[in-house]
């Protein structure tokens, strides 16, 4: 996949899986997929506001930091290959140790990354406890990385999952391991085909779905559509 592809299905994902945990969250709930999105550990993006506010200027400020985090998520497993898109924005690739479609895209890294995340959020969820005069905010770090490394290791999986789109699949347990493709053989694609297109479509409209969906939850758009 073509890294704007890349970058698309991380948003696109992400996006969906918020506003799928605020549906049903807020929406009355519905049994077994509260716990599901729970499990996974979809949850209203916590970085800055820290009580999980989903409204005013911070909540749209976290939730698009959530956003742009898992969309460098949707890039990094290409730091293996030297001529990836963030391999050449960071001028850093680990391609001279580590042969493409290997340790990076496999899915033990961003468990622990996602882990990481309700290990982090057991000492609290308070960020910043506010600013005072001089300032400086206070801040409580740990579950700060650990939100930062939650929505990087959804992003990373969500890359996983869509070069399993592809022909030859991933060996996402690791190399001895068979490769695992998401898609019948129909819908598999070669990177940068027609196909990709279709799929670059598609993962739009559910981004655009996801966005508007989450700002309509809101309230943003009372009035308009009433
Ligand atoms: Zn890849």
């Known amino acids: 996949m073509k890294f704007r592809t890349h970058i698309m299905t991380a948003a696109a994902v992400t996006a969906g899986g918020i506003l799928l945990h605020e549906e049903i969250t807020q929406g009355g709930g519905i049994e077994g997929w509260e716990a599901w999105t729970n499990w996974v550990g979809f949850h209203t993006p916590n970085f800055l506001t820290g009580n999980g506010e989903e409204g005013g200027f911070w909540g749209v400020i976290d939730y698009a930091l959530a956003l742009l985090v898992a969309s460098i998520g949707g890039l990094f497993p290409d730091i293996d290959h030297k001529n990836s ?49 001089s300032g400086r905010a206070e801040v409580n770090y740990l579950p700060l990385i650990g939100e930062f490394l939650f929505w990087l290791g959804i992003g990373s999986l969500l890359h996983i999952f869509g070069d399993m789109h592809t022909t ?29 297109s279709i799929f670059m479509f598609l993962y739009t409209a559910l981004f655009l779905y996801s966005v508007l969906g989450h700002f309509e939850g809101l309230g943003l758009f009372t009035g308009l559509f009433s």
């Open 85 to 133: 898109y963030i391999s050449n924005k960071l001028h850093f690739s680990t391609a001279w140790f580590m042969k493409h479609r290997g340790p990076t895209h496999t899915i033990y890294m961003y468990l622990g990354m996602i882990g990481f995340y309700w290990y982090a959020t057991s000492f609290g969820t308070v960020h910043f406890s506010g600013f005072d005069f």
């Open 168 to 196: 030859s699949g991933v060996r996402i347990f690791g190399a001895r391991m068979r490769a695992y493709r998401t898609l019948p053989s129909f819908l598999i694609f070669s990177t940068g085909g027609g196909k990709e």
